[in-house]
Antibody, heavy 121, light 113 residues
Framework: EVQLVESGGGLVQPGGSLRLSCAAS????????MNWVRQAPGKGLEWVSY????????YYADSVKGRFTISRDNAKNSLYLQMNSLRAEDTAVYYC??????????????WGQGTLVTVSS | QSVLTQPPSVSGAPGQRVTISCTGS?????????VHWYQQLPGTAPKLLIY???NRPSGVPDRFSGSKSGTSASLAITGLQAEDEADYYC?????????????FGGGTKLTVL
């Protein structure tokens, strides 16, 4: 069974830093690109960052470029998001997610349960 | 401001049919990229509802269907049920922004009257 489990969220002051982790299991993590998506309280989904399977290609949303760094450790089946210079507007639930795909006649979309980041003094 | 445009809300009575539109541009939906639809119940992670414009994952009732034409896509729900009350998001891909990847609609709240 595919599982994505985020951790590392919490309360942080403006200007502070936080590192989110996403532990993957149930699939060959090293073969798949991954994404971080966030959702501010009461708001819609916002794509944050993308990393290819080998880490050779990385993208960021303009809203986090220069402040957030995505990375992965394929040996540990883990995805990370280093968040620096945090702002109040970064307050959100952060999800790690895999690109949806179809295989064997069925289609799948895997998301973690999310971890809440609150930026406040 | 979301890259893809959805109506903020739609509503319908039980048993009725509703549609949710998702309008993009030539750099995303119109460029031929697939559109996926997600259903999000309160306090839960989004769940894949429609993959690749019109394909239903196993376990998704056939009351849900998707279509795509030009720069737009649509999600249709027939035989509306109370349990369908949720937020719905379309997602595609965009090649116009510097290093962008996934793009979302702003979400549509479905109310079952």
């Amino acid at each position: 069974e595919v599982q994505l489990v985020e951790s590392g969220g919490g309360l942080v002051q403006p200007g502070g830093s936080l590192r989110l982790s996403c532990a993957a299991s149930g699939f060959t993590f090293s073969s798949y690109s991954m994404n971080w998506v966030r959702q501010a309280p009461g708001k819609g989904l916002e794509w944050v960052s993308y990393i290819s399977s080998s880490s050779s290609t990385i993208y960021y949303a303009d809203s986090v470029k220069g402040r957030f760094t995505i990375s992965r450790d394929n040996a540990k089946n883990s995805l990370y998001l280093q968040m620096n210079s945090l702002r109040a507007e970064d307050t959100a639930v952060y999800y790690c997610a895999r690109d949806p795909y179809c295989s064997g006649g069925s289609c799948y979309g895997y998301w973690g349960q999310g971890t809440l980041v609150t930026v406040s003094s | 401001q979301s890259v893809l445009t959805q109506p903020p809300s739609v509503s319908g009575a039980p048993g009725q049919r509703v549609t949710i539109s998702c309008t993009g541009s030539s750099s995303n939906i119109g460029a031929g990229y697939d559109v996926h639809w997600y259903q999000q119940l309160p306090g839960t992670a989004p769940k894949l509802l429609i993959y690749g414009n019109s394909n239903r994952p196993s376990g998704v009732p056939d009351r849900f269907s998707g279509s795509k034409s030009g720069t737009s896509a649509s999600l249709a729900i027939t035989g509306l049920q109370a349990e369908d009350e949720a937020d719905y998001y379309c997602q595609s891909y965009d090649s116009s922004l510097s290093g962008s990847n996934w793009v979302f609609g702003g979400g549509t709240k479905l109310t079952v009257l």
